[in-house]
T-cell receptor, first 116, second 113 residues
Framework: GAGVSQSPRYKVTKRGQDVALRCDPISGHVSLYWYRQALGQGPEFLTYFNYEAQQDKSGLPNDRFSAERPEGSISTLTIQRTEQRDSAMYRC??????????????FGPGTRLLVL | AQSVTQLDSQVPVFEEAPVELRCNYSSSVSVYLFWYVQYPNQGLQLLLKYLSGSTLVESINGFEAEFNKSQTSFHLRKPSVHISDTAEYFCAVRRAGSYQLTFGKGTKLSVIP
């Protein structure tokens, strides 16, 4: 089946605008994760869903960032009032089940966000 | 909290030469270890992982990594690289029972013809 898909692949926006990034996980995958990767860095955890429940949002940098997964499938990461420091690659991953850390997270291609 | 160090940001190597990409981690509890690879214009793909058992794990394309608990390392090796191995490689750790992956900064492997 298809892998994790993300849209848009590239987003250029002006400072102060809101953006919504979409993630469509692998069909049947229970868990969904968002990571952010700044230039020259590795991905950093933002938030995690188990079905539709947001289990951990400790990695969200501030209250301008929010995420939802209302039907336990597609997820949207929203950034309000974007700032230049929000420019990064935003990565989504999904996994089949929770097995205490052993499950593989499958990553999408990412959305590269540039805030001017 | 755990952390991952990839000391080499860029590694150039000639085709058919051996390569080692270094990864060290710090954690006070049991962890699972992963290597992900990102080919140009593609997403992150799992290359190999260590969960338990044999400390030497292999990938289908000839890479291997060895978990060394005493040195807290999980170095990635390949005896003979190909042009197609040119990519960025990320080492990651996950605490047992957790779901967060903690990544290193990545190592860009450039294979020179």
């Amino acid at each position: 089946g298809a892998g994790v898909s993300q849209s848009p692949r590239y987003k250029v926006t002006k400072r102060g605008q809101d953006v919504a990034l979409r993630c469509d996980p692998i069909s049947g995958h229970v868990s969904l994760y968002w990571y952010r990767q700044a230039l020259g860095q590795g991905p950093e955890f933002l938030t995690y869903f188990n079905y539709e429940a947001q289990q951990d949002k400790s990695g969200l940098p501030n209250d301008r960032f929010s995420a939802e997964r209302p039907e336990g499938s597609i997820s949207t990461l929203t950034i309000q009032r974007t700032e230049q420091r929000d420019s990064a690659m935003y990565r989504c991953a999904s996994s089949l089940v929770l097995t205490g850390g052993q499950e593989t997270q499958y990553f999408g291609p990412g959305t590269r966000l540039l805030v001017l | 909290a755990q952390s991952v160090t990839q000391l080499d940001s860029q590694v150039p190597v000639f085709e058919e030469a051996p390569v080692e990409l270094r990864c060290n981690y710090s954690s006070s509890v049991s962890v699972y270890l992963f290597w992900y690879v990102q080919y140009p214009n593609q997403g992150l793909q799992l290359l190999l992982k260590y969960l338990s058992g044999s400390t030497l794990v292999e990938s289908i394309n000839g890479f291997e990594a060895e978990f060394n608990k005493s040195q807290t390392s999980f170095h990635l090796r390949k005896p003979s690289v190909h042009i197609s191995d040119t990519a960025e490689y990320f080492c990651a750790v996950r605490r047992a029972g957790s779901y967060q992956l903690t990544f290193g900064k990545g190592t860009k492997l450039s294979v020179i013809p």
